[in-house]
């Protein structure tokens, strides 16, 4: 059973460039996941995306 499911996301600020290009996550139930990355690569938007 999918517990979280992010399919071709996409978020925009107020440029014309993407912030998040196509992201696809999926996450089942009782699974932990990390995001890692560099500074300004997407993650606080990634969860912003998800907390909605």
């Not at 996550?25 to 890692?36: D, H």
């Not at 560099?38 to 912003?48: E, N």
Request: charged share 25%; with cysteine.
């Amino acid at each position: 059973m999918m517990y979280l499911k992010l399919d071709d996301i996409w978020v925009y600020y107020s440029r014309n460039e993407p912030v998040l290009k196509g992201l696809n996550l999926e996450v089942e139930k009782g699974e932990l996941i990390v995001l890692l990355g560099a500074s300004g690569c997407g993650k606080t938007t990634t969860l912003k995306v998800i907390a909605g």
